[in-house]
């Protein structure tokens, strides 16, 4: 089974996809955890895409479309995959498209987890992470025991730059820009398409992408 799960930052893709990862036995496929690999293996890419992130600024398409691609090659991808936020825009969505004809692979199903800006600023705002051991909390749905304090370490809790109100509003105007558009492509296209409703517990979102799934097969 091959799926894309397409979503703004903070709608919880992530966390569906890991889920759907554990279900059915398949890689969850991020390209944030693919850089970050990439850089902890100092590879000539992932080197090159760490500037970029150090920086705050987006990763080319050119390389995301190259790192990507590569992991798609190994043979833990023979059996289906997740991709979690890939692709991000029009171009990544005609790489990944020729990608999948030269190796006869189709897609089962692309979701879009749906969530108002309003509830994203609010979860993404909420985010704290420990200034020592780099635990990660959540004032709304996993706040710490003791306030402004690590529960592992006892480290001081801090909110990261790109997780105040006026990063993310300008998150979300580059996610709407792009990737808006890419539903648009794919929709035109005629691929399978869904959209989840993004607001729910974790697994009330994860039941709805199952009865998807299930009534595909």
Not at 43 to 66: C, K, N, Q, W
Not at 118 to 138: H, L, P, Q, T
Not at 203 to 214: Q, Y
């Amino acid at each position: 089974m091959n799926l894309i799960l397409l979503g703004a930052p903070g709608s919880g893709k992530g966390t569906q996809a890991e889920k759907l990862s554990g279900t059915y036995g398949i890689p969850h496929i991020s390209t944030g955890n693919i850089f970050r690999q990439e850089l902890k293996d100092k590879t000539p890419l992932g080197l090159e895409a760490g500037r970029y992130m150090e920086s705050g600024g987006l990763v080319p398409d050119s390389i995301v479309i190259e790192i990507v691609n590569s992991r798609l090659d190994r043979d833990d991808c023979s059996r289906g995959f997740i991709l979690d936020g890939y692709p991000r825009n029009i171009l990544q969505g005609e790489a990944l498209e020729r990608k999948f004809a030269s190796g006869g692979i189709r897609v089962d199903r692309i979701l879009f987890i749906d969530v108002q800006d309003a509830e994203i600023i609010k979860r993404i705002s909420s985010r704290r992470v420990c200034s020592v051991c780099g635990r990660n909390f959540n004032l709304l749905s996993n706040p710490p025991e003791e306030e402004s304090r690590c529960d592992a370490c006892f480290g001081a809790l801090i909110q990261r730059e790109d997780d105040t109100e006026t990063s993310i509003k300008t998150r979300l105007r580059i996610f709407k820009d792009e990737t808006f558009r890419l539903i648009e492509y794919y929709q035109k296209a005629g691929l399978p398409f869904n959209k989840v409703d993004g607001i729910g517990t974790e697994m009330d979102i994860f039941r709805k992408i199952i009865d998807i799934i299930d009534k595909r097969q």
